[in-house]
């Protein structure tokens, strides 16, 4: 029987949630033998080569282009893991859903914060080749179904593998209360 | 005082007569999931966390006095879905962004949606506009983070003392208002109390925060309301 297919990719999050999948240490090497990885940061395939089983999202949607790699995954692959606070709430990127218009979100990226130095052209990016800024930050079950959520910021990295070996062997997931944190 | 016989999960227990079910579950090492109730503070059972089935009903069991032969059963399939849903619902309601908050690891809302493992709130959050007061110089009131419990305004004066916290507009607007001139003397002990009083992070003592590490905390190796089972399992 062919090796499970998994792939991954960072939406809007700062990759914690990979670093904390690394963070299995020397498990990785069973986690090859394990499973076969598709389009991945991991691997750096960019695009779906073959149907997948298991997608791991890392992140929400704050911009087209998440949405359109968001929707791409549940299109190719047969179950979605959400992992992180970011994917599952929103996470500190909604932190302006609340509080901030998109136009104030710019202006302080690229106007007025402090450690803004050479702009005297006052631009805000604006090129039909970047992806267009969201009126909010989405968590990804807001946009497409989510099989199952792993929270944590990062998610602990025996948290992530407990619940990868489950999947793909199709045992119980164990989550011990030391591992589910949403900090 | 005239005391009663009461049943707590098929077990008899003596309780004095207006004492509440949390209190007499609470002494004799039952645990009743709370939010709103604090030991020492008027009850007021408006979170609904600590719903019981008393005598075949769903009711509060801070604010239900017992009574001489009341059956309480504290918790069944049905019970632990009415609090996991409260609290998904107060996650979804309110700007909860575990992460950064200093109170990550000793909050007792994160606590409870530990104990009852909640991966997901399954209702949509509503992001609402709220500010931080930070005018105080000893604490800060963030009302992101408020469950509107009103431990802080029944434990922070009032009878007879002034009332340092209150409730300010109505309805979904409501919002915990602090006096800033009755608190602008605030000590670090009074500061200290009034955070201590939150249940979550709304109310933070300035110059205070992450000062326990991960692995450390309160909540971070078991779960809220062990300390009242290892009495139980004692007695």
């Known amino acids: 029987m062919s090796k499970p297919v998994v792939a991954t990719t960072s939406l809007a999050g ?18 090859i033998e394990l499973v076969e990885f598709n389009k991945s940061p991991i691997d750096d395939i960019k695009t779906f080569t073959k149907e997948c089983d298991i997608g791991i999202i890392e ?7 998440n949405v359109h790699v968001l929707k791409e995954f549940r299109k190719h692959c047969k179950t979605l893991v959400v992992i992180g606070e970011c994917g599952r709430t929103g996470g500190l990127p909604a932190m302006r859903n609340n509080n901030a218009s998109i136009t104030e979100c710019l202006e302080e990226a690229y106007l007025n914060c402090v450690s803004v130095q050479a702009n005297d052209e006052k631009i805000i990016p ?3 080749e970047l992806p267009m800024i969201l009126d909010r930050v989405y968590p990804c079950n807001e946009v497409v179904k989510i099989d199952y959520f792993l929270p944590g910021c990062a998610p602990r990295a025996d948290l992530i593998w407990n619940a990868l070996v489950a999947l793909v062997t199709g045992d119980e997931m164990n989550l011990p209360y030391e591992v589910v944190k949403y900090d | 005082m005239s005391m009663v016989i009461i049943t707590i999960n ?8 207006g004492e509440m079910v949390v209190d007499v579950a609470r002494k004799n090492g039952i645990y009743i999931p709370t939010l709103c109730n604090m030991e020492g503070v008027i009850p007021q059972g408006s979170c609904r966390i600590c719903t019981c089935l008393i005598d075949g009903r769903t009711m509060a069991a801070c604010t239900t006095p017992v009574s001489h032969r009341m059956n309480v059963e504290t ?59 930070a005018k105080n110089p000893k604490i800060l009131i963030d009302h992101n983070r408020c469950i509107q419990c009103k431990r802080c305004i029944r434990r922070m004066g ?9 409730f300010k507009d109505r309805g979904h607007k409501v919002k915990v208002n602090i006096d800033h001139e009755l608190t602008a003397d605030f000590t670090d002990e009074m500061a200290q109390k009034a955070m201590d009083t939150c249940p979550v992070g709304a109310i933070l003592k300035k110059e205070k925060g992450f000062d326990v590490p991960i692995g450390r905390r309160k909540y971070d190796t078991e779960p809220i309301g062990t300390e009242i089972e290892k009495e139980g399992a004692k007695l």
């Open chain 1, 14 to 31: 700062c990759f914690g949630c990979h670093m904390s999948l690394l963070d299995i240490d020397e498990r990785i090497l069973d986690l």
């Open chain 1, 59 to 65: 992140g929400g949607c704050c911009n087209s282009e």
């Open chain 1, 126 to 128: 604006n090129d039909d």
């Open chain 2, 10 to 17: 098929g077990k008899e227990f003596s309780a004095k007569t």
């Open chain 2, 75 to 133: 918790n069944n399939a049905e019970l632990e879905k009415i609090r996991t849903t409260i609290v998904e619902l107060l996650f979804a309601e309110g700007n909860h962004y575990c992460p950064t908050c200093e109170r990550s690891g000793n909050c007792d809302l994160q606590a409870l949606a530990y104990r009852f493992n909640v991966l997901v709130s399954q209702f949509k959050q509503i992001f609402p506009t709220r500010n931080v007061d």
């Open chain 2, 158 to 166: 009032g009878s007879g003392k002034p009332a340092w916290f209150s």
